[in-house]
Nanobody, 127 residues
Framework: QVQLEESGGGLVQAGGSLRLSCAAI????????MAWFRQAPGREREFVAT????????DYGAAVKGRFTISRDNAKNTVYLQMNSLKLEDTAVYYC????????????????????WGQGTQVTVSS
């Protein structure tokens, strides 16, 4: 497993913005895939966004496409999630995840594909 530390969560009004950060304590392999998931009370863990550590490929869940942007800074071993136009339904605990040796057995949209997880950071959107 890779140790991951999330930060940047908090309370924001609807329509506002937040940027989440996920720092990997260890250096990541160039083949690694990083992702953000979220989980609201009583709901299953939901795919939010993913990015190839080497760059190029990004993908988003339908609920956040056009509002959220995932990016990475390899030199800082950090992945970011820029969240704009936040809605009440975006309220959840957001988790960073890493797959160091993804072999295509599981979809990168599935939490099963990831072996490393952060503790999560709370995002609360108010009216």
């Amino acid at each position: 497993q890779v140790q991951l530390e999330e930060s940047g969560g908090g309370l924001v009004q609807a329509g506002g913005s937040l940027r989440l950060s996920c720092a990997a304590i260890e250096r990541l392999a160039s083949s690694a895939i990083m992702a953000w998931f979220r989980q609201a009370p009583g709901r299953e863990r939901e795919f939010v966004a993913t990015i190839r550590w080497s760059g190029g490929m990004t993908d988003y869940g339908a609920a956040v496409k056009g509002r959220f942007t995932i990016s990475r800074d390899n030199a800082k071993n950090t992945v970011y999630l820029q969240m704009n136009s936040l809605k009440l339904e975006d309220t959840a605990v957001y988790y960073c995840a890493a797959s160091s040796f993804h072999n295509g057995v599981y979809s990168i949209r599935s939490s099963i594909a990831y072996e490393s997880w952060g503790q999560g950071t709370q995002v609360t959107v108010s009216s």
